[in-house]
């Protein structure tokens, strides 16, 4: 098992750019398919995109496309999800997600695949 800790989030205007940050502890990070998903008040949660174990970034949210990216830093055991070009719609709680795996390229889409949450950072965008 993994513990996972977002931070980050916070109050930003549209337009505005911030880094989330989720930090692995208890089992290396480096041996989990990682993700981050976010859920709007009254919506259900959504992926917003799964990385590889090597990194790999085959999926975007199409509501996020072009303006997020994902990333991770295996010696630091984080994962990282910079926000560009924010929009109101962007508000959310945002989640990071990790599941072991053996596999360097299986980037899980869906939340049951994972296995392990973190608690999750606020994201407020103004109009």
């Known amino acids: 098992q993994v513990q996972l800790v977002e931070s980050g989030g916070g109050l930003v205007q549209a337009g505005g750019s911030l880094r989330l940050s989720c930090a692995a502890s208890g089992r290396t990070s480096s041996s989990y398919a990682m993700g981050w998903f976010r859920q709007a008040p009254g919506k259900e949660r959504e992926l917003v995109a799964p990385?590889?174990?090597?990194?790999?970034?085959?999926y975007y949210a199409d509501s996020v496309k072009g303006r997020f990216t994902v990333s991770r830093d295996n010696a630091k055991n984080t994962v990282y999800l910079q926000m560009n070009s924010l929009k109101p719609e962007d508000t959310a709680v945002y989640y990071c997600?990790?599941?072991?795996?053996?596999?360097?390229?299986?980037?899980?889409?869906?939340?049951?695949?994972?296995?392990?949450w973190g608690q999750g950072t606020q994201v407020t965008v103004s109009s």
């Open positions: 997600a990790a599941v072991i795996t053996g596999s360097y390229i299986y980037t899980p889409r869906l939340d049951r695949e994972y296995t392990d």
């Open positions: 990385i590889s174990r090597s990194g790999g970034t085959p």
